[in-house]
Structures are given as C-alpha cells and as structure tokens.
C-alpha cells in the first residue's frame, strides 16, 4: 500500500515537476512567427485581401537605415483611440500599430480580416460571433506581454469612457445600434459579438485595439488623473443592470447623471470599473512609459518639430529570409504646422525628407529641381488615381449666429449656396487639372470604394440622353468641359438622377447655376439688400426663431494649406456673386478639427475626411455620431427643437442604415446610390473636388517602396540606400 | 553695486504683478474658454458643469485672477493647457524649447553687437569714405528688410540655387539639426551640423538689430567726436586709438546700452517669425500655436514669460550702464 502510494506521489511529483519545466519552455519561447512577406514572390502570406505591394516587391537583402517625412499640420494627441486628426495618427501610428488600414493589429480590412496579432480568426455559421486567438507569446515593445485583459480594458474603460467622447464608438456599434458585446472566452481569445452580421462586420471588429493595460493605468496614476466610477458588463460582456436615480447608459455602461453621483448598483456579472476623466495619453506623456505593438518606439518628440522613431525590437513580424522587421533603424516625422506645404516642400527638394505628397503645382518644380540638383525622383508623382476621401465645405446647424443656423438647416439654401460653387474652376485652377469635381461623399471610381460610386456605369450615353454632353463633347468615356476640362464618365455620379443632373449641369454652365441659385434664394426669400448683400429674414427658421439680418459668412480651413487656402477663395467667389456676403480666414489644423467637433465656431468649414468603403462613415452620416459635423448636437433620440434631427437627416440616416447593414455589395450598393441621390438633394454639406493622390520620392536614397504615405505597411519594408544600395534597388518608381 | 540690483529686482515685481493682471484680463474677456475646447458644443450638460466647476471658471473674475495667481507664485503652474494635455508652462518651455530661445538670442544679441559696434565706430571714424557709404547703405537695407524674407532668401539660395542638400545630405534645412542626427551623441559632426542649422537664423534675427546698432553707434560716436573734451584730448597729444576708444567711445556708447532691454523684444519678434520660417523648436514657435489653438494657459504663460525677459532684459541694461556710467545710480 505504501509503496503504491509512494510511487503515485512519485508520479504525480514527476509529472509535475514536468509540467512547470513546461510552462517555463513554452513562456521563455520567442513569439509565434508571423511570416508576413514572402520574399520570394513579393506577397504578403496569410493575407487574404491585400492589393498592394505587388510582386515588384522583393526583400532587401539588409536591413537598416533611417526615412524621413513630413506632415503639415501638428498632432493633438498621442491616442488613437481619441485622435480625430490624420496628423495625430500619423505619430501614433507607428507605436501601437495601424488602426484604419487593412493591416490592423488583429487583422481587421474593411473587407475582411488577416491573421496578424490573431494567429487564428472564426467567424460564426451565423456571421454574428468573430473569436480572435491571439498569437502565442506576443509581447509589447518592452517587452510585457499582451493579454486579453489589455483588449478589454481598452474597449471598456478606453474608448467607452463617457468623459473621452471618440469616433471609436460609433463604429463598434452594430447594425441596431448596440455596442459590440466583446467577451474574452478563454486565456488567450476574444469574442466579438453583434446580433446581427452585416458586410464589414469582421473588419470593424478586427480592429479592435491591442494597447497595454498597465501602461494606461501608470499614464493615469503618474499624471494624477482622477478617475470615475461606472457601471460596466462583466465577464458575458452583456450590461445586467438597469440603471437607477438620474444614472444613465451610455453604450455599454451605466454612468452617473445630473447629480453627479452614481446611484446604481451592479447587478448579474456586471462590475464598477474606473475610467479615467480626462485624456491620458496626450502630447506631454513621459516617452519611458509608452509601449505598443507597432514596428517603431518613440525615442524622442517635440510636438511641433520633430518626432523620431528607433525600431520596436520585440515586433513580432519578420519576413521569408528571418530578416525581423522593421527593415529601417529609425524613422522621422518632421512636423511642419504653420509654413505647411511651403517649407515641406524645401525639406524635400534639399533631401531632408524622403518623401512628399506635393501640390499639383510642385510636380514641375519637383521635376525641374531634380534634373538641375541631380538628385532622383520617382517620374510618376501623378498617380492618375483620385484621393480617397471628401474635401469639402460644412455648414453649421449649431452655428452660435441664429442668423447663419436658420439658414444652414434650410435644404432650399444649402442647395442654392452647393450651385455656386465652380468645381470646374477648383479642378482647372486649384487642382491644375489634376484631379475631379466631388458632388457627393462616397469615394469616387479608381480607388477601393469605387464599386459603390453611383456613376461607375455611366457611359457617354447616359451624359448625351440627359442633354449634358454632345456627341462631339463626349466620347470614348470622357467628356470634355466648355473649359476644356476632360473627365472620365465613370468618376461622375449618375445623371439620371434629376438632382445629379442639376449638379453636374454647373460644371459645364457655372453662369447659368448662378442665376439658378440666386433665383432659389429670392424664392426662399432671401432677398438682395441694397448694399448688394442678401438679407435673412426674421424667423425664417421657425425652431431657431432668428431675428434677421445680412447673409455674411465667413469659411476657415487650415493655415499651411495652401490648396485649401485657394479653395475656399474660389467658393467665397461664387457665393460672392450671389450676394452672400463671404471671406475666407485660415486657423490652426487641432482648431479646425476641434471647431469641426462641436466648438462654438460660427460661419463654415472647409475641411477633408478620410475615405475608402462608405460603410465606414458610420462615425458621420448618423445623427449623432462623433463627426456628424454639420449638426453636432443632433440626438437621435429627440422630436422637437434644434437638436432633433431634420426631416433630410432622418433620410439619409435610413440610406447609410440600408447601405450599412447588407450582407453583401449589392445590398450596399442600393444604400448607398440612395444615399448619393439624396445627398444631391438636400446638400447637408459641399464637396468640392477630389485630387489625384500625388506622390514624389527620392529614389536616389530609398527605392523600395509602394506609394502609400505614413503608412506602416509601407515604412516597414524600407530600408535606407547610403552604402546599401544594392540590396534595395527593386524599384517601382524608376 | 549689489543694493542698486537688489533694488532693482524688486522693483521688477509690482510692474510683474501688473502685467500678470493685465495678461488674465485678456485672457478671461477672449470668448469662449478651455471646457470649450476640452468638452464641445456637444458636450454634455451635467460633464460641462463638471468640469466648469473643476476649473474654477464658475468663480468671480477676481477670484480666478487670484487662484490663478497663487498657482503661479506657489507652484509655477500657470493652467493646464488643452492642446498638449499637459501643465501650460511645460507646454510653452519643455522639449528644450526654452533652451533653444535663449541660445538664439542670447546669440543674435551678442553677435550683433560684436559685429556691430566696431563697424559703427569704423564708420564714424572714416565719415563719408567709400566704407562708411557701404556700411551705410547694408545699415538701411538690413533694416528695411523683414528678417523672415531674409530667411525665404537663405533658404531658396541653398535648397533651389545651389541644391546643397542634394549635393550633401549634411546641409539639410530646418530645425537645428539634421532629423537623422537627432538624439545622437555630440561629436565633430552633430557640432557643425548644429552650427549650419543654428547660425543662419541667428545671423538673420540679429540682422536688424545688427543694422540699427551701426546706425546708432555712428550717430552718437560722430556726435560725441565733436565735443570739446575730446578737442582736448587730441590737443593733449593722446593718441587717436585712446582718443577714440577710451575717451569717446566710452561715451558714445552709454545711450546703446541703455536701449539694450528694448532690443529684446525685437530680437524676440524677429525670433517669432523665423521659428516658423526654419521650423525651429522654440517657445516662438510654441506660442503662435497656442494663439492659433485658443489655448490660453500657454498664451499667459508666454504672455509672461515674453514680459519676464524683456524686464531682465532692461535690468540687464540698468546693469550695464552703471557698470560703464559711473554717474548713474538709482537712489
């Protein structure tokens, strides 16, 4: 018996001493390999939808070096959940890894998902439940490790706080308007559920951010940031508790109301969490307490100046031959946030910067300068495919002038004031012809999003049947402008639509959409003054009650662009003419954005969204949402008054809703060519033209690289040309 | 002498709380204010109170003013700014900005008189020569041209006329060093990299001042050169050199040193542009932002920061003067 039981406590003593041995060897193990470029062909491995770099693309045979580029403006933070500003995800980027691209940290494209810090992804029969396994042994850049834990407490007590309002949160919202429910069902995973699928639904979800817990709870606690009691979901990541007193749930939690207090009390598995009250992760952070999961640290930064990278060397990727990216040693941002364009353009052209996303009027300067410096430049600065995204003019419903609000919530007025505005002369004179007149906000033909353009069947037929073109002024696709402004068909909403038509009948007859808008003004009663200014009327909204007065306006847009700059003169011109008195003044790019998000700002704005698939305007067309900028106090939820939603918004509401919530892209594409039409109609907001995406490159120093600017996907396989170029010379842009 | 800079100093701190009050009042009467910015227009009530109350802005003006006052006399904390997310003063002089004005012009300053004064009493001494016209003339040009079109000019020789930075990656622009050579160890070549970013908008900021400074000099030295005591001097056999420097000079120069404290804030408005021109981390640069962003705390901060240098600038002035003007002493 004894000895029995002595050999069972051998045994079980053995197995586990075996079983910490272990532990131990798989803990000491180096991260799951992800081989995500395959030297070989040029491809990336486990990626299912990736459309760029192509097979041009070979690994450099060494590594190191250091790139250079610039942004103009300055950024406003350094968290990317709360950023709203492309400067300031161009800083951050780099350390926590990209969020808006299709190579996010759990894999997330807008059309689908990648393993990346997910080794495995599974996707529900019903399409409703995506389960991420995070890699094995994934460590953040000093080393720590990651943890389901981390993932969590930056969906909850990140980008939910109710005191860090963020774009985040309308896009992990589901098609009915609940939170995503995100669980974590084992050590190692997280569950991301919505009850019903719709089409980007894997990618939203994907995109989940992977950020350290304990390095956002030592920014709270080494800045003396008070933090704040709320309510959150528990381990079923679904809210038990109703909520009591004046305390109120916001997205998935309960917080505290008028008074202050928080008078609920947790019920089921839902548990009090802290959330900080103010941001954390701002400009001024010690750089020592910073750790990600992206190619790059920031070694040092000066907020306005410079911010300088060295390579993460615990990122966890690595290429076919071994070779642990990042390729570069370092990387810099030169930050340029007043001379902007000017002096981004002489960093470049004296070899400062290594790349340059120039003006169109900088190509032949770039070109020239070239030539006559000896220095190389990729000769395709002029990619020929139109920017993604909106540039546009956004009237303010909340404008502190009742004056200017009554007038901005009237469609008649958007309308008439969208007329006069010569996108033709934008395109010709602004644009120097490098680009396209933009009507509404989904992305134009020739980029991702061009299979949901309205116009991406158009044919010069269908412009000659309307009466917009003639034989002789439209052929082979491109219909060419009084002005002799060419433009391809399909980059061109439908003009079957009889709103559409109105529009693009300006571009060919601006004098004539002159006369139409001042005529819609008359009728709206907006009469000229005698000093030759349009007078608004008393009352002329009957929820804002305006006592009347002169239609003066003034736009802003940010200093250092000088596009916008010439922009904004060319639409003052327009509504010149029609008597609306008009002036353009510039401001800082965080004053823009933080004016575009809800300050008190009166007059118009002239500013630029990023773009791709429409469903991702999920943070702009609801009312409601974080960037529904042209009616920031807009509630979904109230009937009466000024922050109710307007009969317009309610419609293009239910368009985006249509277009979002399909499964599929012919279900989107009804959505969203209905959102088009409509947004023809009613104008919440002006476009104005989109650019071709320009791109100029030093190839004398850096060749290996796919065109896309600030991106990680594109910085990571760089490497530096001084001593090296021969191993870097798989070039594209020669 | 210690008394006199004691005395001196202190009267330095009621003009300071003047000021102090003078910056807090156009501050509270500028429209809008931080939970503005902090919260938006969409901010919801019950968080706008919260944080209105958190920052005291609920309070009388005064009542502010002096909380306001208090945190800066007890714990330098002038507010916290909105932009950087962080204390205001951090925000106006961390990243070494603070290091970087002072070096620029404490450079601008010291070069432009090193240069100046010599050729001002150069071009006194040798009165309509073909020098004297020469100096003449570069005296008006440099001081009829703004100092940011010089830094245009610089910048359009180096980088579209002689492409320097394509020929050698060593002379890039902007900034004070090359972005490569960040964060490196100080050896030979950071050092004069350094010195190819840091020189031409020292030179440039000081060229007003450089080219006021001669004028000056000349008028008062020519001025002091026809006065009877130094007719005495000659007539007692004295060398020209002791003439002209010990007796003369000595002299001519009084009034410029007293206008040394008045320098500054050209130097510092000179400075303001140029930070932008060169993309040079300054506290210049920092404040035309914050202007631009409405944040206030960092304007106040620079507001008195500005005021703070230019009254040391001044005392450094009265320092000076008693220094080479026996007769001058406050009482």
Partial sequence: ?734 | MPSFIARRFLYMLPILLVVTFIIFLLMYFQPGNAVDKLCGLACPKELRAQLIAHYGLNKPMLVQYFNWLKGVVTQLDFGYSTSYQGPALQALLGENRWLYTLLVLSASMLISWLIAVPIGIYSATHKYSIADHTFTLLGFLGLSIPNFILGLLFLWLVVGVFHLGSINHFFQVGGFLNPGLMGKPWNLTVVLNFLWHFLPPVFIIGAASMAAIIRYMRGSLLDVLGMEYVQTARAKGLRERVVIWKHAVRNAINPLISMLGFWVPYLMEGALIIAVVFNLPQIEKTFIQAIENRDNPVVMSGLFVFSVILLLGNLAADILLAISDPKIRYE
């Fill in chain 1, 1 to 734: 018996m004894n000895k029995c039981v002595r050999s069972l406590m051998v045994l079980f003593v053995a197995v586990g001493v075996l079983a910490m041995v272990g532990t131990v060897v798989l803990a000491g193990l180096p991260a799951e390999p992800l081989t995500i470029l395959n030297c070989k062909t040029g491809q990336y491995d486990n990626i299912t939808v990736r459309t760029e770099p192509g097979p041009e693309y070979a690994c450099p045979t060494k590594a190191g070096g250091s790139y250079t580029y610039a942004i103009i403006a300055s950024p406003s933070t350094l968290n990317p959940v709360t950023a709203s500003d492309t400067a300031s995800d161009s800083i951050s980027d780099h350390i926590f890894g990209t969020f808006y691209t299709g190579y996010s940290l759990l894999g997330a494209g807008a059309q689908g998902t990648d393993p990346q810090v997910a080794s495995v992804i599974n996707v529900s029969k019903d399409g409703t439940t995506v389960t991420y396994t995070l890699r094995k042994g994934l460590v953040y850049s000093d080393g720590s490790p990651v943890t389901t834990d981390d993932i969590l407490y930056w969906y909850r007590n990140v980008v939910w706080d109710p005191n860090l309002p963020n774009s985040n949160q309308d896009s992990f919202t589901c098609t009915d308007g609940s939170p995503f429910v995100v669980t974590s069902p084992a050590a190692n995973q997280i569950q991301v559920h919505c009850p019903q699928p719709f089409r980007t639904y894997t990618g939203v979800a994907g995109a989940m951010y992977v950020m350290s817990k304990p390095m956002a709870l030592e920014l709270i606690k080494s800045q003396g940031i008070a933090t704040q009691k709320i309510i959150g979901p528990g381990p079923n990541g679904v809210l038990d508790t109703k909520p009591a007193g004046d305390d109120k749930v916001s997205g998935p939690d309960i917080g505290a109301g008028k008074d202050g207090t928080l008078n609920t009390t947790p019920a089921g598995d839902d548990t009090i969490i802290e959330v900080p009250t103010q941001e954390f992760l701002g400009l001024g952070v010690n750089l020592k307490q910073l750790r990600g999961l992206g190619p790059f640290v920031l070694s040092s930064f000066q907020s306005d100046s410079l911010a300088k990278y060295a390579r993460n060397p615990n990122f966890y990727e690595s290429d076919s031959n071994g070779t642990q990216l990042p390729y570069l040693n370092s990387l810099q941002i030169v930050i340029i946030p007043t001379a902007g364009f000017n002096l981004a353009l002489s960093d470049f052209l004296n070899g400062t910067t290594d790349e340059y996303g120039p003006r169109p009027q900088d190509i032949s300067v770039i070109l020239s300068q070239a030539a006559a410096g000896g220095f190389g430049v990729n000769q395709d600065i002029n990619t020929g495919i139109a920017n993604a995204g909106e540039t546009f003019v956004t009237p303010n419903f909340d404008d502190p002038d009742p004056n200017l609000a009554a007038v901005a919530r009237n469609p008649a007025v958007r309308k008439a004031l969208f007329l006069a505005i010569d996108r033709a002369s934008l395109v010709n004179n602004v644009l120097l012809g490098i680009g396209t007149p933009q009507l509404n906000p989904v992305t134009i033909s020739g980029t991702s999003g061009s299979q949901f353009f309205s116009g991406r069947n158009n044919t010069c037929a269908t412009f000659i049947k309307t009466g917009l073109a003639d034989a002789s002024s439209c052929t082979n696709g491109v219909w060419t402008l009084s002005n002799g402004l060419p433009l391809t068909v399909t980059n061109l909403p439908d003009p079957s639509n009889a709103d559409v038509a109105e529009e693009l009948s300006c571009l060919n007859d601006f004098a004539g959409c002159l006369t139409k808008a001042g005529a819609m003004l008359d009728a709206a009663g907006i009469k000229l003054g005698a000093d030759g200014v349009r007078q608004i009327p008393a009352n002329f909204d009957p929820v804002v009650k305006n006592p009347g007065g002169a239609f003066s306006v003034q736009i802003v847009t940010n200093t250092g662009n000088t596009i916008r700059v010439e922009m904004e003169k060319v639409v003052c011109n327009g509504w010149n003419q029609i008597g609306v008195k008009c002036s353009a003044v510039t401001t800082s790019f965080p004053t823009l954005v933080h004016q575009l998000l809800g300050g008190t700002f009166t007059g118009y704005i002239l500013i630029g969204l990023t773009g791709g698939d429409p469903a991702g305007a999920a943070n702009v067309i609801r009312c409601g949402t974080f960037l529904h900028m042209w009616h920031v106090s807009c509630d979904p939820t109230a009937t009466s008054g000024l922050t109710a939603p307007t009969a317009d918004e309610v419609i293009l509401d239910k368009d985006f809703a249509q277009g979002r919530s399909a499964t599929d892209v012919a279900g989107a594409q009804v959505g969203f060519d209905k959102e088009q039409t409509d947004f023809a109609k009613y104008v919440p907001y002006y476009h104005l033209a989109a650019g071709n995406a320009l791109f100029a490159e030093r190839t004398d120093r850096i060749s290996n690289t796919g065109g896309a600017i600030n991106a990680n996907d594109d910085v990571k396989f760089r490497c530096d040309l001084p001593g090296q170029q021969p191993s870097c010379n798989n070039a594209p842009h020669q």
